[in-house]
């Protein structure tokens, strides 16, 4: 098995609906076999605030993705 790890933001977007979802933004270099943008759907009625909470903590308490194959 592969193992590739990179280091990502955790950060709040908003989608058209008004909805807030947390995107994961590399670092630097992200992985290069995920491609686009990759994120977190949150459960409807989540509050702009909770998403940004929620990206705080992962941010906190997240070192790294990552991807194995």
């Not at 947390?22 to 076999?33: C, R, S, W």
């Not at 909770?50 to 070192?63: E, G, T, V, Y």
């Amino acid at each position: 098995m592969s193992e590739k790890s990179a280091e990502y933001l955790f950060v709040v977007r908003i989608r058209e609906d008004g909805s807030p979802w947390v995107a994961l933004q590399p670092k630097q270099e992200g992985l290069d076999d995920l491609k686009g943008e990759i994120g977190l759907e949150l459960y409807r009625g989540t509050s702009l605030e909770d998403a940004k909470q929620l990206a705080r903590f992962l941010n906190s308490n997240i070192k790294a993705v990552i991807y194995s194959l």
